[in-house]
């Protein structure tokens, strides 16, 4: 069954550095999404991507936060300048149209010390 | 108000037992509805998506009322297995917003 993979599975950064989270999704998907769930919190979404583009952004996916499709398969998600509060669990997911299901990769958790 | 919001819950039900969770969105202009679930520290994975027919996969039946910007999910006969936080996803425009979630502990 086709599934979307993210790397690292755990990041560990010191405040302040760039991490770049990487993510593989499923090969005939066109839209990408991350999301991100602080601990104990709600899934909360950050931004969708469609044809080179972003489609849809959150309050929470400011200047420091880029995404970027390098080539025909990666989807990365950049922060520049990480901060304490930006550890959280990072998910990537796909779906093959914008109103569909999305399925979930299995999470880049993010620690920021 | 919340986009999406669940009941609180959690709910702690016996093995066998019929759970139903219930979900109110703010956005009329949603397209499409989800149920999750999702285990501790892994990934939302989907359970069903939401008709306003309503729909069933064995055990489990959603329900959607767009007049009533409501939709439900019924767990009959619950297993020790579906213990688990169930989403709310309501979607527009490729955005998924989520519920809270309402988590469920199956008991012996």
């Known amino acids: 069954e086709p599934e979307v993979t993210q790397t690292p599975s755990h990041q560990v950064t010191q405040m302040g550095q760039e991490v770049i989270l990487r993510c593989v999704p499923i090969s005939n998907h066109l839209y990408f999404y991350w999301y991100r769930q602080i601990l104990g919190q709600k899934v909360e979404f950050l931004v969708s991507f469609y044809n080179n583009e972003i489609s849809e952004k959150s309050e929470i996916f400011d200047d420091q936060f880029s995404v970027e499709r390098p080539d025909g398969s990666n989807f990365t998600l950049k922060i520049r300048s990480t901060k304490l509060e930006d550890s959280a669990m990072y998910f990537c997911?796909?779906?093959?149209?914008?109103?569909?299901?999305?399925?979930f990769g299995q999470g880049t958790r993010l620690t920021v010390v | 108000r919340k986009e999406v919001e669940q009941d609180p819950g959690p709910f702690n039900v016996p093995e066998g037992a019929t759970v139903a969770f219930n979900c109110t969105y703010s956005?009329?202009?949603?397209?499409?509805f989800f149920w999750y679930r999702q285990d501790c520290r892994k990934e939302p994975k989907l359970l069903m998506s939401v008709y306003s027919s309503g729909n069933e996969d064995g055990r489990f039946t959603a329900q959607l009322n767009r007049a009533s910007q409501y939709i439900s999910l019924l767990i009959r006969d619950s297993k020790l297995s579906d213990s688990a936080t169930y989403l709310c996803?309501?979607?527009?425009?490729?955005?998924?917003?989520f519920g809270d979630g309402t988590t469920l502990t199956v008991k012996p």
């Open positions: 997911a796909s779906s093959d149209r914008s109103y569909t299901e999305a399925f």
């Open positions: 956005n009329s202009a949603s397209q499409s």
């Open positions: 996803v309501v979607k527009e425009a490729g955005k998924s917003t």
